[in-house]
């Protein structure tokens, strides 16, 4: 019995070393279970982000098919929607273009609606004076028609003595209306560009750049706009018809219509009251007149020099200072100062009286 112990312990000494062992073996099978959960996180990770591409380029593949699905099915529709966007922006964009229309333009409207309203008074005016004249002449009437009945005049030389004032009356109206349709000078134009004057470009100073005044396409500025020099040679003198210059000198050089011997000339210029800026500091000034020989070309010969009131009437005629013994065909005005413009120097018209050659 004392020996079975023995075996007993000595199987549990030798199988200590198998229990480590197998605990070793345990131990080394443990390992790899605690490092799988890193592995299989990974992996997921890139199933994840695989998922995200595939589904990424469904969506894609889907778009593309949209869009060419769209393009088929609805050509025509798209090209009208287009189209009227179109039309649409373009009626948008003139618009805007009318709004950007400078001040300086829309003040210059104002101003012209204001000269012609001014027009149209001094003209109700008139028309009111001519009235009053007509109501005066007609009181006169009866007042002689009375004398007569009190003078026991014969009543068929009464009625006879009533049409004849009425006929005076008439020819007196008729009289004073032609007046105001008349010329003032009542003296030949031989600067007259209906008559066939004209102004030499070369001998004359180049026009006034005005950056204001431009034609507009669209609100762009693409073509400046000026009177031209021969505006000086026709009679439509209404605000803003003149040629400008730059500064207050310059001169125009002038080809008359036929062959004279000048003897006087004129110069016109509109009045503070229908000017636009209230002012009429462009106007000219001092002036001179020169006689040119040989075709425009040869030498010059003073004429005078004279000065324009601007406080006196529009129309002033100034006699020549010195005669020339031979017929001239040009003519050439030097505006000398103006009356304080400090940019330019407006001109409205400039005519020419003399003696003409008779060509007979």
Same mark, same amino acid.
């Given at each position: 019995?004392?020996?079975?112990?023995?075996?007993?312990?000595?199987?549990?000494?030798?199988?200590?070393?198998?229990?480590?062992?197998?605990?070793?073996?345990?131990?080394?099978?443990?390992?790899?279970?605690?490092?799988?959960?890193?592995?299989?996180?990974?992996?997921?990770?890139?199933?994840?982000?695989?998922?995200?591409?595939?589904?990424?380029?469904?969506?894609?593949?889907?778009?593309?098919?949209?869009?060419?699905?769209?393009?088929?099915?609805?050509?025509?529709?798209?090209?009208?929607?287009?189209?009227?966007?179109?039309?649409?922006?373009?009626?948008?964009?003139?618009?805007?273009?009318?709004?950007?229309?400078?001040?300086?333009?829309?003040?210059?409207?104002?101003?012209?609606?204001?000269?012609?309203?001014?027009?149209?008074?001094?003209?109700?005016?008139?028309?009111?004076?001519?009235?009053?004249?007509?109501?005066?002449?007609?009181?006169?009437?009866?007042?002689?028609?009375?004398?007569?009945?009190? /003078?026991? $005049?014969?009543? #068929?030389?009464?009625?006879?003595? @009533?049409? =004849?004032?009425? !006929?005076?009356? &008439?020819?007196? +109206?008729?009289?004073?209306?032609?007046?105001?349709?008349?010329?003032?000078?009542?003296?030949?134009?031989?600067?007259?560009?209906?008559?066939?004057?004209?102004?030499?470009?070369?001998?004359?100073?180049?026009?006034?750049?005005?950056?204001?005044?431009?034609?507009?396409?669209?609100?762009?500025?693409?073509?400046?706009?000026?009177?031209?020099?021969?505006?000086?040679?026709?009679?439509?003198?209404?605000?803003?018809?003149?040629?400008?210059?730059?500064?207050?000198?310059?001169? /125009?050089? $002038?080809?008359? #219509?036929?062959?004279?011997?000048? @003897?006087? =000339?004129?110069? !016109?210029?509109? &009045?503070?009251? +229908?000017?636009?800026?209230?002012?009429?500091?462009?106007?000219?000034?001092?002036?001179?007149?020169?006689?040119?020989?040989?075709?425009?070309?040869?030498?010059?010969?003073?004429?005078?020099?004279?000065?324009?009131?601007?406080?006196?009437?529009?129309?002033?005629?100034?006699?020549?200072?010195?005669?020339?013994?031979?017929?001239?065909?040009?003519?050439?005005?030097?505006?000398?100062?103006?009356?304080?413009?400090?940019?330019?120097?407006?001109?409205?018209?400039?005519?020419?009286?003399?003696?003409?050659?008779?060509?007979?």
């Amino acid at each position: 019995m004392s020996g079975r112990p023995n075996s007993r312990g000595s199987s549990r000494l030798f199988r200590a070393p198998s229990e480590d062992a197998s605990s070793g073996s345990s131990g080394s099978a443990v390992l790899p279970q605690q490092e799988n959960p890193d592995a299989s996180g990974l992996t997921r990770s890139w199933k994840a982000v695989m998922g995200m591409v595939f589904i990424l380029t469904l969506l894609l593949l889907g778009f593309i098919n949209h869009m060419k699905l769209k393009e088929k099915a609805f050509p025509q529709k798209s090209r009208q929607i287009y189209a009227v966007i179109a039309e649409y922006g373009s009626r948008l964009y003139n618009y805007q273009a009318r709004l950007r229309m400078p001040k300086e333009q829309l003040e210059l409207l104002k101003k012209e609606s204001q000269t012609l309203e001014n027009n149209f008074r001094e003209i109700l005016f008139l028309l009111e004076q001519i009235d009053v004249l007509k109501a005066l002449l007609r009181d006169m009437q009866d007042g002689l028609h009375n004398y007569s009945w009190n /003078a026991n $005049i014969d009543p #068929a030389e009464g009625w006879n003595h @009533t049409e =004849v004032i009425d !006929e005076e009356m &008439s020819n007196l +109206v008729n009289y004073i209306l032609k007046k105001l349709r008349e010329d003032q000078v009542q003296m030949a134009d031989y600067a007259l560009k209906s008559a066939g004057a004209s102004v030499v470009e070369a001998g004359t100073s180049e026009s006034y750049k005005n950056n204001k005044a431009k034609l507009y396409w669209h609100g762009i500025g693409f073509l400046n706009y000026e009177m031209p020099p021969d505006i000086i040679l026709q009679p439509d003198v209404h605000p803003g018809k003149c040629w400008a210059f730059p500064g207050s000198q310059g001169h /125009a050089l $002038i080809k008359l #219509a036929r062959k004279i011997i000048p @003897t006087a =000339v004129t110069m !016109e210029h509109i &009045s503070e009251k +229908v000017s636009p800026s209230g002012n009429i500091s462009s106007a000219p000034k001092e002036f001179s007149v020169y006689g040119v020989l040989k075709q425009c070309e040869g030498e010059e010969i003073f004429l005078g020099q004279f000065v324009y009131n601007k406080t006196g009437t529009t129309v002033q005629t100034f006699a020549l200072q010195h005669e020339v013994p031979e017929f001239l065909l040009c003519v050439k005005l030097k505006i000398l100062s103006n009356w304080g413009h400090p940019n330019y120097t407006c001109l409205y018209r400039f005519r020419v009286h003399g003696t003409p050659k008779d060509d007979s």
